[in-house]
């Protein structure tokens, strides 16, 4: 994965701009285990984006800080509510025009 990105990071530099990976964890009905594994490529991938220098943002993070988490989704194993694409957009904003990610 990290070859990709930075290939994507390195085409979108080349255009002078700015290349984030935002990530978007698995949903929470999913089994602790798959969770587990997921969480475990995502941290080994954040280091190898570090060492690259690549831009991320942790949606993970922000779902984590929500009162009612698995509102966030329309239904288990699916995509994201309103709600949740809503907050999506405004981490993402939020990084972006803060500079912050």
Same mark, same amino acid.
């Given at each position: 994965m990290a070859s990709v990105v930075a290939a994507a990071k390195k085409e979108t530099g080349a255009v002078g701009s700015k290349f984030t990976f935002v990530y978007l964890?698995?949903?929470? /009905?999913?089994? =602790? #285990?798959? @969770?587990?594994? /997921? @969480?475990? #490529?995502?941290? %080994? #991938? %954040? @280091?190898? $984006?570090? #060492? +690259? +220098? =690549? /831009? =991320?943002?942790? $949606?993970?993070?922000s779902i984590g800080h929500h009162p009612d988490p698995s509102s966030l989704w329309m239904m288990p194993g699916g995509h994201y509510s309103p709600a949740g694409y809503g907050l999506l957009a405004r981490s993402v904003t939020d990084a972006v025009s803060n500079n912050d990610y």
């Open positions: 964890p698995v949903p929470l /009905s999913w089994p =602790i #285990a798959q @969770r587990n594994v /997921s @969480r475990e #490529a995502w941290e %080994k #991938a %954040k @280091r190898e $984006f570090a #060492a +690259s +220098s =690549i /831009s =991320i943002v942790d $949606f993970g993070l």
